[in-house]
């Protein structure tokens, strides 16, 4: 039996998914463990573009979509090991991040379901990285607006467990599905992903089993990006149904005994949720068809390149075919330890985007995660780039 499996599904990310397998072949060194890519049918090459890149992983092709928690529950069902991470190919993995959670779930055997600290593109800490469950208060009050409002309460910032440490581990109760790190025995015992679950809530119903079977959850503090959603576009009406009808799926699953006085008003929140996000998105839609759009276009963004006199070289001809404002830094982690913050004087300060592009062959992820995490900024985000793919990989586009 293996040590670890990693499951990946895949709809149309190609390039994320890419990025990410090459982060784990860092992340991996010395574990004994096998790769699941499963791909949902996608429509832009995904097959033929990993499988020729990638010989040594198991790549499994459906002939539709299975959504995400029948396509997990596809590769846990094939693979053998000790656990299996669950891992959004829109993420990036820490050179020690694996070695670090292996060590931590086999010194601490009532775990069953561990996560970790995910990172947005600008370097801030996703608030989802820890969760408590949302029982029918904490679902109240994180739609009703308490949880936003009061995010350091220990009554109404449940949902996201705001008291805990970032820097010490601690046990939680919803691991994120970004990046689940399951122990086998566990998932044995309670059963693997929910495929009533088409996308979203499938990781809330697991933790949860989780936590009934008699396990623990928890949180340990390493860092990993998530770019958060580049497969999934958010403002489509598909989303707004799948999300909701997710939440009504838990909500029924495990809470349907609770009284009238406590489920009525959550249905009801739930449903005005999913109505005022329609709405939103069909004004949007209107005022677009009508031209109601700014008359100034935004400002082109900054791209500032750091890396090897051999990845610049490659970045100058990208940004001179893609039209790219840019500037070029020859840095290392070596020669230049603090990489985009000895520059931050010299950059934008607020209003037009700045995206600093490490090349990933001189400096690590993780200290990439470190620089980005410990100033970030709302106008500066993570681009990455690597002179074996010459792509340039950013959360809101990919270059080539």
Not at 44 to 66: A, E, G, K, P, T
Not at 180 to 192: N, S, V
Request: glycine fraction near 6%.
């Amino acid at each position: 039996m293996r040590k670890l499996a990693v499951v990946i599904v895949n709809y149309n990310v190609k390039h994320y998914v890419e990025q990410c397998l090459m982060s784990l072949r860092r992340a991996l060194e010395g574990i004994d463990a096998d790769i699941y890519v499963v791909d949902n049918h996608s429509s832009d090459n995904s097959v033929s573009f990993l499988s020729s890149r990638f010989d040594d992983i198991h790549l499994i092709r459906c002939n539709h979509n299975q959504g995400f928690a029948r396509a997990n529950n596809i590769a846990i069902a094939q693979s053998e090991s000790e656990y299996v991470l669950l891992l959004n190919p829109d993420t990036i993995v820490g050179e020690q991040t694996l070695r670090d959670t292996l060590a931590f779930m086999d010194s601490h055997p009532k775990a069953g379901g561990l996560g970790v600290c995910m990172l947005k593109a600008n370097g801030e800490k996703a608030m989802e990285s820890r969760r408590g469950l949302p029982t029918p208060m904490v679902a109240f009050y994180k739609m009703c607006g308490l949880c936003a409002r009061y995010p350091n309460s220990k009554r109404f910032g449940r949902y996201y467990m705001s008291g805990l440490s970032w820097d010490e581990a601690a046990p939680i109760d919803v691991v994120s599905g970004a990046c689940f790190l399951a122990r086998r025995t566990a998932l044995d015992k309670i059963g693997f992903l929910d495929e009533d679950f088409f996308m979203y809530g499938e990781d809330i119903d697991l933790s949860y089993r989780i936590l009934k079977g008699g396990f623990e959850n928890w949180y340990y503090p390493v860092n990993i990006l998530h770019y958060k959603g580049e497969s999934t576009q958010k403002t489509s009406y598909q989303y707004v149904h799948v999300f909701y009808e997710a939440m009504l799926i838990f909500f029924k699953k495990h809470y349907a005994h609770s009284s009238l006085f406590l489920t009525v008003p959550i249905k009801i929140a739930i449903y005005m949720k999913a109505f005022v996000a329609l709405v939103n998105m069909r004004v949007e839609r209107v005022k677009e068809s009508l031209g109601f759009r700014s008359s100034r276009p935004s400002e082109p963004p900054l791209y500032v390149f750091l890396g090897s006199p051999e990845m610049l070289a490659q970045c100058r001809k990208l940004a001179s075919g893609n039209g790219l404002q840019a500037q070029f830094v020859e840095a290392t982690e070596a020669s230049h330890p603090d990489g985009h913050l000895s520059m931050l004087a010299d950059l934008p300060s607020h209003g037009k985007m700045v995206y600093v592009v490490y090349d990933v062959c001189s400096y690590s992820f993780e200290t990439i995660f470190r620089l980005f995490s410990s100033q970030p900024l709302p106008n500066v985000s993570l681009g990455t780039y690597n002179q074996h793919t010459q792509t340039i990989i950013t959360n809101s586009e990919i270059l080539q």
